[in-house]
């Protein structure tokens, strides 16, 4: 199937990518050919999109401040854009448009119908469904169209060197951050394009880039959502893995993975907290996942009041509506014996007191 990411590269991207690795063992091959041909046939469609819509993207305008969520992996990102994309009054990227960045404009309508017994029914790390519908997050197409995203780290797993400096822009050169924006600036553009809405955009790895988004977009609103880190990490650990596994170029390589992910975490929470004052008031919504799970409408209620939304009077009865599946949903769960609770505790101190969640340690 085309659940492996680097099906949505470029011709040249592909050629990129597997010019910067070092090494590709015999048996990735079959992927390897897989993704150059399915490479090829984007290349192709890019082409053929940019002569059709080109000059129309470029010239659309983004009207409508586009909504961010914000938060690092695992702490109930996917929920809230999922009740999100329950109001018809906004819209959102979904997976095919994100694995195909460079042609959805000229190919979903009719590709996507042809393609969708290949996707599998849910995530490989947790049991959240699939389709290419769906809503998905934009970081993808960003690896794919700019190469400069923290998700080569499932190309170059273990080696920080490689990906570190693309979860916050101030970390890329000037020409790589242009690059960058307009990218993202394309994509935003062709989602307003196809439904002049505003766009709810979810990518945890925008939590670091409050300073870049506001400057692109002054009017963007900002939903931040934190979860007990416990809970954050172990989850971000069996996340990696299942990602390292999937969409590996060589057999997976979990070195140094622990350390990586504390890493991440804790400055996602440093620069989040360091920048998030930059955010003018009336354009930041807080929340807690526990609050989230346990009341997702009074919390939907409480985020459109905040950011001054409109739409919450036909929003309300579609929540209600899945309020019985939402309650069934089974999340992943993984226990943690005291010693490795008191090293995650010891190591992210910080984030347990900064937003109030206990230890849970015996005395």
């Not at 999109?49 to 586009?66: F, I, L, N, Q, S």
């Not at 938060?71 to 999100?84: A, I, K, P, Q, V």
């Not at 951050?177 to 990218?183: C, F, G, I, V, Y």
Request: hydrophobic share 40%; aromatic share 12%; charged share 20%.
């Amino acid at each position: 199937g085309l659940c492996c990411v680097w099906h949505g590269l470029s011709l040249p991207q592909f050629r990129t990518l597997m010019s910067q690795h070092p090494r590709v063992s015999w048996g990735q091959y079959p992927r390897l050919a897989s993704i150059a041909a399915v490479a090829t046939t984007n290349s192709f469609w890019n082409t053929i999109e940019r002569w059709c819509y080109g000059k129309a993207v470029e010239e659309t305008t983004v009207d409508h401040p586009p909504i961010f969520i914000l938060g690092h992996w695992r702490s109930g990102t996917t929920l809230l854009h999922n009740l999100f994309t329950l109001d018809s009054g906004v819209t959102f990227p979904n997976l095919y448009q994100v694995l195909f960045p460079g042609h959805f404009l000229v190919t979903e309508s009719w590709l996507a119908p042809l393609t969708a017994w290949s996707i599998p029914k849910n995530r490989p790390m947790d049991n959240v469904a699939t389709g290419w519908k769906l809503a998905q997050e934009d970081e993808v197409a960003l690896l794919l169209t700019t190469l400069l995203s923290p998700y080569l780290m499932m190309a170059f797993q273990g080696d920080r060197e490689k990906y570190g400096r693309y979860f916050d822009l101030r970390d890329m050169t000037a020409a790589e951050q242009k690059l960058w924006k307009s990218a993202f600036m394309t994509l935003v553009k062709k989602l307003t394009y196809l439904h002049h809405k505003p766009v709810v955009m979810k990518s945890p790895s925008h939590t670091y880039r409050v300073p870049t988004l506001l400057e692109m977009f002054p009017n963007a609103k900002f939903v931040y959502i934190h979860r007990d880190p416990y809970a954050v990490y172990t989850s971000s650990l069996h996340l990696r893995k299942a990602m390292f596994i999937e969409n590996g170029l060589h057999p997976p390589n979990f070195e140094g993975n622990e350390e990586d992910t504390f890493k991440t975490y804790e400055q996602a929470i440093a620069v989040y907290e360091e920048t998030k004052h930059l955010i003018p008031a009336g354009q930041l919504h807080e929340m807690k996942f526990a609050d989230l799970e346990a009341d997702p409408l009074g919390s939907m209620r409480q985020t459109y009041e905040a950011l001054s939304l409109t739409g919450w009077e036909q929003l309300e009865p579609k929540i209600r509506e899945q309020l019985p599946e939402l309650q069934s949903y089974k999340k992943n769960t993984f226990s943690i014996n005291d010693d490795a609770k008191r090293y995650i505790y010891n190591r992210l101190k910080s984030i347990f007191d900064r937003y109030g969640y206990p230890s849970q340690l015996a005395e």
